[in-house]
């Protein structure tokens, strides 16, 4: 089944809304990612944990489609990198919730962000949009943080240690969804940096080389394997697929 809500007619949207699908919205960023990885990485893990998220969802009788990503968002420790895009936590904020909002105006059942960025101000614009929307329509936004410990224990051990920015979990992620972009021969090449971006984010770090990422990557990019990539899909997909479930009966039980 195609679940690309982009791919549809006018007439097409309307019955899929009129049959109670629900809206995933991919959130990524356009950033730099080490020298193996595109700047895209975070809108690709985010589309492809959204499609199989959106498969597993049909398949239990939810109708999901995928929407268009959003590609841009706060990206200021990357700044030191050609490449890297960045928008203001203002506009980060007014675009997801304007979004959420157009959706929910037209009936939409949910909506379900997918987000692959993990900046703190990024974080910050979502979860303000979140609450803008519910002021604004009284309607909920699902939103599973993959940076809350509940998520967080079903990813791998880089990522839970937070030295996971363009090393094994998220070049296992791309090689997994777009090998092709995978310059193979950096990254079998490049060592380990054993910093936990979390860490040095806590600590006050405001750039990505401030916190010692001279090549914009921690971890360990060269033990990262197309396998580990399948199974963080798995278990990122499944992160979308319970917070939609958990949102829908929450939305049910408020209404009866």
Same mark, same amino acid.
């Given at each position: 089944?195609?679940?690309?809500?982009?791919?549809?007619?006018?007439?097409?949207?309307?019955?899929?809304?009129?049959?109670?699908?629900?809206?995933?919205?991919?959130?990524?960023?356009?950033?730099?990612?080490?020298?193996?990885?595109?700047?895209?990485?975070?809108?690709?893990?985010?589309?492809?944990?959204?499609?199989?998220?959106?498969?597993?969802?049909?398949?239990?009788?939810?109708?999901?489609?995928?929407? =268009?990503?959003?590609?841009?968002?706060?990206?200021?420790?990357?700044?030191?990198?050609?490449?890297?895009?960045?928008?203001?936590?203002?506009?980060?904020?007014?675009?997801?919730?304007?979004?959420?909002?157009?959706?929910?105006?037209?009936?939409?059942?949910?909506?379900?962000?997918?987000?692959?960025?993990?900046? =703190?101000?990024?974080?910050?614009?979502?979860? &303000?949009?979140?609450?803008?929307?519910?002021?604004?329509?009284?309607?909920?936004?699902?939103?599973?943080?993959?940076?809350?410990?509940?998520?967080?224990?079903?990813?791998?051990?880089?990522?839970?240690?937070?030295?996971?920015?363009?090393?094994?979990?998220?070049?296992?992620?791309?090689?997994?969804?777009? =090998?092709?972009?995978?310059?193979?021969?950096?990254?079998?090449?490049?060592?380990?940096?054993?910093?936990?971006?979390?860490?040095?984010?806590?600590?006050?770090?405001?750039?990505?080389?401030?916190?010692?990422?001279?090549?914009?990557?921690?971890?360990?990019?060269?033990?990262?394997?197309? &396998?580990?990539?399948?199974?963080?899909?798995?278990?990122?997909?499944?992160?979308?697929?319970?917070?939609?479930?958990?949102?829908?009966?929450?939305?049910?039980?408020?209404?009866?």
């Amino acid at each position: 089944m195609n679940n690309a809500f982009h791919d549809l007619t006018w007439k097409e949207a309307a019955e899929a809304i009129g049959r109670g699908a629900v809206m995933i919205l991919p959130v990524g960023s356009t950033e730099a990612h080490g020298p193996h990885l595109p700047l895209a990485t975070d809108v690709i893990i985010s589309e492809e944990m959204s499609r199989r998220a959106a498969g597993k969802l049909s398949a239990q009788g939810i109708l999901a489609f995928v929407l =268009p990503p959003i590609a841009y968002s706060v990206t200021d420790f990357s700044s030191d990198f050609a490449g890297t895009i960045s928008i203001s936590k203002v506009t980060a904020t007014a675009l997801i919730c304007d979004i959420c909002i157009s959706l929910y105006k037209q009936r939409a059942r949910l909506v379900v962000i997918s987000n692959s960025h993990l900046e =703190p101000e990024h974080i910050a614009a979502i979860n &303000a949009a979140i609450e803008q929307v519910k002021q604004e329509t009284g309607r909920a936004v699902a939103f599973p943080d993959k940076r809350r410990r509940r998520w967080a224990a079903t990813l791998t051990e880089e990522f839970r240690r937070g030295d996971c920015h363009a090393g094994a979990y998220e070049s296992s992620l791309v090689m997994a969804a777009r =090998p092709e972009l995978v310059r193979e021969d950096l990254r079998r090449e490049l060592e380990r940096v054993p910093i936990s971006i979390a860490e040095k984010i806590r600590d006050g770090a405001h750039t990505f080389k401030e916190a010692g990422g001279e090549q914009a990557y921690f971890g360990s990019p060269r033990e990262a394997t197309r &396998a580990e990539g399948e199974a963080s899909y798995e278990a990122l997909a499944q992160m979308l697929v319970t917070a939609v479930i958990e949102a829908l009966a929450q939305e049910s039980g408020t209404q009866t």
